[in-house]
């Protein structure tokens, strides 16, 4: 989606209307999802470095297979495992003869400030116009790079 047009002006009868309302939802929207993305790169990391911390989990590369995703249209985040980390699922959900250990939903509780404060670096620019389209990033991203 490009950059809207600063202001619409709309004239009738002798008055003249500016409106910037375009403008400012486009900003909203994409400081949020640019917010979901740096939440999503911060959550990663932290899940990965539980994992790291658990017995005999060091030797199992392929659980670090985390994800994210920004979506654009949903306009949400979602972070998981990837399909093929099956081991991952197990340890996260439980299963026959496996504990659930809940590592990334426990990460993300014990983050919630952490969150909040990346959040809010991003939605407190919006009263900066300048600031809010340098922190601005129209691509999609999916985080998926190996962490090691």
């Given at each position: ?85 099956w ?38 620019a ?16 999916i ?6």
């Open positions: 989606m490009a950059i809207p047009k600063s202001v619409t002006k709309i004239k009738k009868d002798g008055i003249e209307f500016i409106s910037n309302v375009d403008r400012a939802q486009y900003t909203i929207q994409e400081l949020s999802r640019a917010a979901l993305k740096d939440v999503g790169k911060f959550l990663r990391k932290r899940v990965v470095q539980e994992l790291k911390q658990l017995p005999g989990m060091k030797k199992h590369r392929r659980i670090y297979n985390l994800q994210y995703w920004a979506r654009r249209k949903e306009a949400d985040l979602q972070i998981g495992f990837k399909h093929e980390a081991y991952s699922v197990n340890q996260e959900l439980g299963a026959k003869g496996m504990p659930k250990k809940g590592i990334l939903r426990e990460t993300v509780f014990k983050h919630i400030d952490d969150i909040r404060r990346i959040e809010g670096q991003y939605l407190s919006i009263e900066d116009e300048n600031r809010a389209l340098g922190l601005i990033d129209e691509e999609e991203e985080g998926d790079e190996i962490l090691t």
